[in-house]
């Protein structure tokens, strides 16, 4: 399999997040759009840490709600790059996301779309974490590891770590 470069993805120094999605068939570069859904759950073997949450979209912020904890917070994605692979079911995005004040997300905005999510993450370092969203509203379940940058990263470690996330989630989907 083709490994995924990190540094391929960093090519702005404003990118400082990286998702790599798992997708039930093969992205076609063609559409506008890209299923990565699944119906139905697979078992990723693991110590996940689960969490429900009410994602609220609204443009490119994200408004999450932890209903557990009572937390919130908001996250502005801006859309750097995206890429899929030749050969398997995999499609890659890179975003500068920032965290953003409570006000920020306006509540009086018609168009602000929800979704209920519960969350189970597995972190395999400080900076990558395996996700499985099921979205209870939609009914899809969304698998992707989740690369977050920094300036002083050792690069070559963290490549390690996402080859070897990627060949267990590989394992598991496949």
């Known amino acids: ?67 557990k904890t009572d937390g919130q917070k908001i996250i502005k994605k801006e859309f750097k790059s995206d890429w899929f692979h030749p050969t398997k079911n995999i499609y890659v995005v890179s975003f500068n996301e920032q965290s953003l004040p409570s006000f920020a997300f306006s509540c009086a905005d018609t168009n602000v779309i929800s979704c209920n999510i519960i969350k189970k993450s597995y972190k395999i370092n400080n900076r990558i974490h395996i996700h499985h969203d099921f979205n209870k509203t939609l009914n899809i379940h969304t698998y992707y590891l989740k690369y977050v940058n920094s300036d002083n990263i050792d690069l070559v470690n963290m490549q390690n770590d996402l080859n070897n996330a990627m060949q267990r989630l590989m394992v598991s989907i496949c």
């Open 1 to 67: 399999m083709q490994n995924i470069q990190l540094t391929s993805f960093l090519i702005d120094e404003n990118i400082n997040t990286i998702e790599i999605y798992f997708c039930k068939d093969k992205p076609d570069s063609n559409l506008n759009t890209i299923n990565i859904g699944w119906d139905k759950s697979i078992n990723i073997p693991g110590n996940f840490i689960s969490n429900e949450l009410i994602e609220y979209y609204q443009k490119d912020l994200i408004c999450i709600y932890d209903i």
